[in-house]
């Protein structure tokens, strides 16, 4: 007599395929009774790129190609959670808000031409994330924003990014606030609200008519839970940040969960009397290094209630600086004045910055070549060491294998390896700003 297994069983079975396309293909096929839960996890993320011309194939066979496969689809829409709009035909975007998904969760591509942004349909009623990486040459900028997010009900994640066309009458902010209310996460990129040559002056009084424009509406202003501005020079973001983001009346920062901006700039807001509260709220932070830049210390004062942490780094001299500052007894910091951190992630964006070539320290064969520990090695130790058993590191090397990277850690910090609270684990496993699936 076959065993028949209950249905909720066969949905965790599917689960754990989530994250293999060609699995979760194969199993939509065997019965309709997986089909559906199959495609929560096929069409979970929909990625939308411009058609490119240069395969072999005419211009009409493409928009033929566009209209079927993309919006003329409805018994898909309905799972779809996440749409991203790229105008690149390949997605390279890798800054701190990237890190979301693995590269190996299956994503959904369809393509569209890139002259008709402005006038596409929405049809996904259950879209939460939305991430529009468009050229603003070509897509008619805060008109089509606009008109997208007011096709949108539930929208809780935006990610906008790219080279923004300045307009002196549009305020992206009051965009945002006015047709996404119920938004959640919001991450600038790439943004330029004004050109470099603009006047101070000029740029204060800009900046105080969109105010003044956006409070005789009388919208409430957006209470974000994330918030995200990064991919730009330090100056501009620190100016964006400054003059733009923390003085609008479009967003309200005060119950502000997770934080993630270049550190430099995040020292001299928190720093700022008139932004003293940024940080109060914050749990979870991820920081970008400038090694000529200074290097932040955390303390209960600005950051209170921090407790994950993520740092991107370009090699373990940044990282060594950053931790010597935070080891409690060290220039100045106290135990009493550190936030209660329960576990940090370090990335190092450059793979090979920690393979060192420091005689001083003993030396190892790794993938056979010469291999050093790194000169952060003790100064990761005494941070583990001082935070007691209550904190866990784990760290992920850009460009080497997953079946390398414990390897890696183990040579490059035999140290603190020998603490127990330091392991390997990629980075995407630990994201805490797109909660859509």
Same mark, same amino acid.
């Given at each position: 007599?076959?065993?028949?297994?209950?249905?909720?069983?066969?949905? *965790?079975?599917?689960?754990?395929?989530?994250?293999?396309?060609?699995?979760?293909?194969? $199993?939509? /096929?065997?019965?309709?009774?997986?089909?559906?839960?199959?495609?929560?996890?096929? !069409?979970?993320? *929909?990625?939308?790129?411009?058609?490119? &011309?240069?395969?072999? &194939?005419?211009?009409? !066979? !493409? $928009?033929? &190609?566009?209209?079927? @496969?993309?919006?003329?689809?409805?018994?898909?829409?309905?799972?779809? #959670?996440?749409?991203?709009?790229?105008?690149?035909?390949?997605?390279?975007?890798?800054?701190?808000?990237?890190?979301?998904?693995?590269?190996?969760?299956?994503?959904?591509?369809?393509?569209?031409?890139?002259?008709?942004?402005?006038?596409?349909?929405?049809? @996904?009623?259950?879209?939460? @994330?939305?991430?529009? $990486?468009?050229?603003?040459?070509?897509?008619?900028?805060? %008109?089509?924003?606009?008109?997208?997010?007011?096709?949108?009900? $539930?929208?809780?994640? *935006?990610?906008?990014?790219?080279?923004?066309?300045?307009?002196?009458?549009?305020?992206?902010?009051?965009?945002?606030?006015?047709?996404?209310?119920?938004?959640?996460?919001?991450?600038?990129?790439? *943004?330029?609200?004004?050109?470099?040559?603009?006047?101070?002056?000029?740029?204060?009084?800009?900046?105080?008519?969109?105010?003044?424009?956006?409070?005789?509406?009388?919208?409430?202003?957006?209470?974000? +839970?994330?918030?995200?501005? %990064?991919? =730009?020079?330090?100056?501009?973001?620190?100016?964006?940040?400054?003059?733009?983001?923390?003085?609008?009346?479009?967003?309200?920062?005060?119950?502000?969960?997770?934080?993630?901006?270049?550190?430099?700039?995040?020292?001299?807001?928190?720093?700022?009397?008139?932004?003293?509260?940024?940080?109060?709220?914050?749990?979870?932070?991820?920081?970008?290094?400038?090694?000529?830049?200074?290097?932040?210390?955390?303390?209960?004062?600005?950051?209170?209630?921090?407790?994950?942490?993520?740092?991107?780094?370009?090699?373990?001299?940044?990282?060594?600086?950053?931790?010597?500052?935070?080891?409690?007894?060290?220039?100045?910091?106290?135990?009493?004045?550190?936030?209660?951190?329960?576990?940090?992630?370090?990335?190092?964006? +450059?793979?090979?910055?920690?393979?060192?070539?420091?005689?001083?320290?003993?030396?190892?064969?790794?993938?056979?070549?010469?291999?050093?520990?790194?000169?952060? +090695?003790?100064?990761?130790?005494?941070?583990?060491?001082?935070?007691?058993?209550?904190?866990?590191?784990?760290?992920?090397?850009?460009?080497?294998?997953?079946?390398?990277?414990?390897?890696?850690? /183990?040579?490059?910090?035999?140290?603190?390896?020998?603490?127990?609270?330091?392991?390997?684990?990629?980075?995407? =496993?630990?994201?805490?700003? !797109?909660? &859509? #699936?």
């Amino acid at each position: 007599m076959p065993i028949i297994l209950p249905i909720e069983l066969h949905e *965790l079975v599917i689960d754990e395929l989530a994250y293999s396309f060609l699995a979760l293909k194969n $199993c939509s /096929q065997v019965c309709k009774a997986w089909l559906h839960r199959c495609r929560l996890h096929l !069409f979970r993320t *929909l990625l939308v790129r411009p058609h490119i &011309y240069n395969m072999g &194939y005419s211009s009409p !066979f !493409f $928009c033929e &190609y566009q209209q079927s @496969f993309t919006f003329i689809a409805p018994c898909i829409l309905s799972y779809v #959670r996440g749409l991203k709009l790229s105008y690149q035909s390949q997605n390279r975007f890798r800054s701190i808000l990237h890190s979301s998904k693995s590269p190996c969760i299956p994503i959904s591509n369809a393509l569209i031409p890139t002259y008709s942004m402005d006038l596409i349909s929405f049809p @996904f009623k259950q879209l939460q @994330f939305l991430h529009i $990486c468009w050229d603003a040459d070509n897509w008619g900028g805060i %008109t089509a924003l606009e008109k997208m997010l007011q096709q949108i009900e $539930c929208l809780r994640h *935006l990610v906008i990014e790219g080279r923004w066309r300045f307009r002196i009458k549009e305020n992206i902010l009051s965009s945002v606030a006015v047709n996404a209310p119920h938004l959640k996460t919001l991450c600038l990129s790439k *943004l330029r609200w004004f050109p470099n040559s603009l006047p101070s002056s000029l740029v204060e009084e800009i900046l105080g008519h969109w105010n003044d424009r956006f409070l005789e509406k009388g919208v409430s202003p957006v209470q974000l +839970d994330r918030f995200c501005i %990064t991919e =730009s020079s330090t100056k501009d973001c620190l100016i964006d940040l400054m003059k733009v983001v923390l003085r609008s009346p479009c967003l309200d920062l005060r119950s502000l969960r997770c934080l993630a901006m270049p550190a430099s700039s995040l020292l001299r807001a928190l720093d700022d009397e008139r932004f003293r509260t940024l940080g109060w709220q914050v749990t979870h932070l991820a920081i970008s290094f400038d090694t000529h830049k200074p290097v932040l210390r955390l303390n209960t004062n600005s950051l209170p209630n921090l407790s994950h942490l993520q740092l991107y780094v370009r090699g373990d001299r940044i990282l060594h600086r950053f931790l010597s500052w935070n080891i409690p007894e060290s220039h100045g910091a106290s135990a009493a004045s550190t936030p209660p951190l329960v576990h940090m992630h370090i990335n190092f964006e +450059d793979h090979s910055d920690p393979i060192l070539n420091n005689k001083e320290m003993p030396a190892m064969t790794y993938s056979g070549s010469l291999v050093h520990a790194s000169n952060a +090695d003790p100064a990761l130790h005494e941070f583990i060491v001082h935070h007691g058993a209550g904190i866990d590191v784990s760290m992920y090397f850009r460009g080497r294998e997953p079946d390398t990277q414990r390897d890696c850690i /183990q040579k490059l910090f035999p140290q603190t390896v020998l603490t127990g609270q330091l392991d390997w684990m990629n980075p995407n =496993s630990l994201e805490w700003w !797109f909660d &859509y #699936r």
